[in-house]
């Protein structure tokens, strides 16, 4: 899987009410959604988000909530895929359940600037900036790798029913 | 190799004789529980994927608690979603008005946790339950609807970081001001992805409310979860509540812990989280400049009778500075009785405060006490984030019940002592 879009670069610590405020969570209407995505630090950031961007953050990205409307938010405000240096814990399964790309890379946080183009390669384990020189990214474990290629957690766990009750058989 | 005691717990639901942290096991939780915000994309998922029959309902507890009473057509639309899924799948727990209280106050209350369980929740403050000696933590929407259709989740074994609490806790200290300390010296990304084991003479000392206010707030040092040894204290909470046993297991003495914190509480005094996160620990008596327009007691981290008692003490005879709102949430309609019963209304209404039937509302900027741009709010709750209660430019102080009790009498941040000489 390839990404290859224009980056928004956030800090350390971007928390779930950051990314969607709770006045927002009476819905789950993707359109406000992605509207509203970051409203309270960058307003108008959903509305005006680039189609296929990329998110670059920094440390103990999506801590907070639990709420799942945080990585959906970002998923319909059409951002292709989020870079932290790391991710807190509920957004990390989340993020993996929605089938929303996410990469642990603090080299990509640290060289990387607003406005710049990321290239990331997940097969290959490769990351590229603008024309720079390519920048490894360690994969992540083979089912969580598969649960994103499935298209989420619900897809994967059918999936691996019916092939059970295949088996079975 | 021994095991800790979030590792046995773990073993123990996955049916094998030892784990070790970094493992990823599929296991049957034992509970699962969602909310009025959580449960509706839980719900969509589950029929979308053609989800017909739930695996087992009884283990399905949907608690409205966030946006109730109903705040808004929208949030009324969600209520009414999962009622209406709770009469289609018979057996699944939905607590109506009357019945609903605050989810992580609710269910130890009802009996529903025992130690030994394995609990997962679409909430990320149901690490609460750490404090049964339960293991229980955050998870998403779509992990709860997995559940329902096949009753299992995927978890990976978390190292576990020991909290020990040793000293002699100052005046007017209490389990909210230990969290606080402890989140404060490690900060927001110090437990990241870890169990906390928290142990030593002052948590032992601590009630079983105590100990669920610490529980709680495991999540904001970015935990997984945060867990007690279940003592006699447990098995005296749980006489009357329920009738099955728990499993009362402890971490072998060969136990290896990623990490020993060692918080030493002698000479401190209570704590307030200064805005905009809950590590920003300073004591409460350096506030003493700090102008407040809002007091919240409640929520699932300090609603429980304990906190509200803490209250009244300060509260009685005295009345809330005149520019500031006062707002006290019991956690739960039993807790709301019980206060009524032991005469803290009378209290709080001379004092002019609000009493709010059972809700979040505005821990995260729900309804029942929304700020204005440019105001703060000293709060029992759990996390102080930037718009977190209302505007963007307000401000939230996190802080004990006997803090913001005493701070509600003069309207800035008080150290309870100075009031209570």
């Keep these: 899987m390839k990404y290859s879009g224009i980056v928004y670069k956030f800090a350390d610590n971007v928390n779930t009410d950051e990314i969607i405020p709770a006045r927002y969570l009476n819905t789950t209407d993707p359109a406000v959604l992605g509207r509203y995505c970051m409203e309270d630090i960058r307003p108008g950031f959903g509305a005006k988000a680039v189609k296929g961007s990329i998110i670059v953050a920094g440390d103990n990205f999506g801590c907070g909530s639990s709420r799942?409307?945080?990585?959906?938010?970002?998923?319909?405000?059409?951002?292709?895929?989020?870079?932290?240096?790391?991710?807190?814990?509920?957004?990390f399964r989340n993020a993996i359940n929605i089938g929303l790309p996410i990469v642990e890379s603090r080299e990509i946080y640290e060289h990387i600037n607003e406005g710049d183009t990321l290239t990331i390669d997940l097969d290959q384990g490769k990351a590229v900036i603008g024309a720079g020189s390519p920048i490894t990214i360690a994969p992540?474990?083979?089912?969580?790798?598969?649960?994103?290629?499935?298209?989420?957690?619900?897809?994967?766990?059918?999936?691996?029913?019916?092939?059970?009750?295949?088996?079975?058989? | 190799m021994g095991m800790t005691l979030t590792e046995?717990?773990?073993?123990?639901?996955?049916?094998?004789?030892?784990?070790?942290?970094?493992?990823?096991?599929?296991?049957?939780?034992?509970?699962?529980?969602?909310?009025?915000?959580?449960?509706?994309?839980?719900?969509?998922?589950?029929?979308?994927?053609?989800?017909?029959?739930v695996f087992r309902p009884e283990c399905v507890f949907l608690v409205p608690d966030h946006f109730t009473p109903n705040k808004d057509i929208l949030s009324a639309e969600h209520y009414r979603k999962l009622k209406e899924f709770a009469a289609v799948h018979q057996g699944?727990?939905?607590?109506?008005?009357?019945?609903?209280?605050?989810?992580?106050?609710?269910?130890?209350?009802?009996?529903?946790?025992?130690?030994?369980?394995?609990?997962?929740?679409?909430?990320?403050?149901?690490?609460?339950?750490?404090?049964?000696?339960?293991?229980?933590?955050?998870?998403?929407?779509?992990?709860?609807?997995?559940?329902?259709?096949?009753?299992?989740?995927?978890?990976?074994?978390?190292?576990?970081?020991?909290?020990?609490?040793?000293?002699v806790m100052g005046p007017w200290m209490s389990a909210k001001d230990l969290i606080l300390l402890f989140i404060g010296t490690i900060g927001v990304s110090g437990a990241q992805?870890?169990?906390?084991?928290?142990?030593?003479?002052?948590?032992?000392?601590l009630s079983v409310e105590g100990r669920m206010t610490m529980a709680n707030m495991a999540i904001e040092a970015g935990a997984k979860n945060g867990v007690f040894v279940a003592d006699d204290k447990v098995e005296a909470y749980l006489r009357g509540r329920t009738k099955e046993k728990g499993d009362y297991l402890t971490p072998d003495k060969d136990a290896v812990y990623e990490r020993v914190v060692v918080i030493d509480v002698t000479g401190r005094s209570p704590v307030v989280a200064w805005p905009h996160l809950p590590e920003n620990v300073r004591p409460a008596r350096e506030g003493g400049n700090v102008r407040i327009d809002q007091v919240v007691i409640g929520s699932?981290?300090?609603?429980?009778?304990?906190?509200?008692?803490?209250?009244?003490?300060?509260?009685?005879?005295?009345?809330?500075?005149?520019?500031?709102?006062?707002?006290?949430?019991?956690?739960?309609?039993?807790?709301?009785?019980?206060?009524?019963?032991?005469?803290?209304?009378?209290?709080?209404?001379?004092?002019?405060?609000?009493?709010?039937?059972?809700?979040?509302?505005?821990?995260?900027?729900?309804?029942?006490?929304?700020?204005?741009?440019?105001?703060?709010?000293?709060?029992?709750?759990?996390?102080?984030?930037?718009?977190?209660?209302?505007?963007?430019?307000?401000?939230?102080?996190?802080?004990?019940?006997?803090?913001?009790?005493?701070?509600?009498?003069?309207?800035?941040?008080?150290?309870?002592?100075?009031?209570?000489?």
């Design chain 2, 300 to 421: 699932c981290t300090n609603g429980r009778i304990e906190d509200l008692r803490t209250a009244a003490q300060i509260l009685k005879g005295r009345r809330v500075a005149p520019h500031l709102r006062c707002l006290i949430i019991p956690a739960t309609p039993a807790i709301y009785r019980q206060a009524l019963e032991e005469g803290l209304f009378q209290i709080f209404l001379d004092a002019h405060a609000v009493i709010s039937p059972p809700t979040c509302g505005p821990c995260l900027g729900g309804h029942m006490g929304i700020l204005a741009h440019g105001e703060r709010c000293v709060s029992t709750t759990n996390r102080n984030f930037v718009g977190r209660m209302g505007h963007r430019d307000s401000e939230i102080y996190l802080a004990s019940p006997a803090v913001a009790a005493a701070t509600a009498v003069t309207g800035r941040i008080t150290d309870p002592a100075e009031l209570m000489k």
């Design chain 2, 8 to 53: 046995k717990i773990l073993a123990k639901k996955a049916g094998v004789a030892h784990l070790t942290p970094h493992e990823f096991i599929e296991i049957e939780p034992d509970l699962a529980l969602a909310n009025d915000i959580t449960a509706p994309i839980t719900i969509d998922e589950f029929e979308k994927v053609g989800g017909k029959k």
């Design chain 2, 193 to 205: 992805y870890k169990a906390i084991e928290f142990s030593g003479p002052v948590v032992d000392g």
């Design chain 1, 68 to 91: 799942e409307h945080a990585p959906l938010s970002i998923k319909y405000a059409g951002i292709a895929c989020v870079v932290a240096v790391s991710f807190a814990r509920i957004f």
């Design chain 2, 92 to 167: 699944v727990h939905f607590f109506e008005q009357g019945e609903v209280g605050v989810e992580h106050a609710l269910l130890p209350e009802i009996g529903a946790v025992r130690p030994g369980m394995v609990i997962i929740g679409a909430d990320s403050h149901t690490c609460t339950y750490g404090a049964l000696g339960a293991f229980s933590t955050g998870v998403g929407s779509t992990d709860i609807a997995g559940y329902l259709l096949t009753g299992k989740a995927w978890l990976k074994v978390p190292p576990t970081i020991k909290a020990v609490f040793t000293g």
């Design chain 1, 140 to 169: 992540f474990p083979l089912f969580m790798q598969k649960i994103i290629e499935e298209g989420g957690w619900l897809p994967y766990l059918l999936k691996s029913r019916t092939a059970q009750a295949e088996r079975l058989k």
